[in-house]
Nanobody, 116 residues
Framework: QVRLVESGGRLVQAGGTLRLSCAVY????????LGWYRQAPGKERELVAK???????EYDNSVKGRFTIFRDWEKNAVDLRMSALRPEDTAVYYC??????????WGQGTQVTVSS
């Protein structure tokens, strides 16, 4: 069993930076991948960034060059470092983990609001 707890979401101005953090608890050794998704009002949840181990990272085209996913082994966490934020980045951001047997885990979400 894996539990994910996000933090860091807040209101920020366009062009600003923000760091989201997701603490990973439980069966940490069973985690094969970690990532961040987001869901804006009226839209489906979408992948933002994913870490698959061995420093393999994947990003949505809309955030490439602006967002960085960082696996923090010391803190058992995964961060999403965001810069050059845009109003269209406004969404609830969810932490995601993939465990053994392809089990998926989700955090409760953290709100990011980017004002123009």
């Amino acid at each position: 069993q894996v539990r994910l707890v996000e933090s860091g979401g807040r209101l920020v101005q366009a062009g600003g930076t923000l760091r989201l953090s997701c603490a990973v608890y439980g069966s940490i050794l069973s985690v094969n991948a970690l990532g961040w998704y987001r869901q804006a009002p009226g839209k489906e949840r979408e992948l933002v960034a994913k870490w698959r181990g061995r420093n393999t990272e994947e990003y949505d085209n809309s955030v490439k060059g602006r967002f960085t996913i960082f696996r923090d082994w010391e803190k058992n966490a995964v961060d999403l470092r965001m810069s050059a934020l845009r109003p269209e980045d406004t969404a609830v951001y969810y932490c995601w983990a993939l465990g053994d047997r392809q089990l998926e885990y989700w955090g409760q979400g953290t709100q990011v609001t980017v004002s123009s």
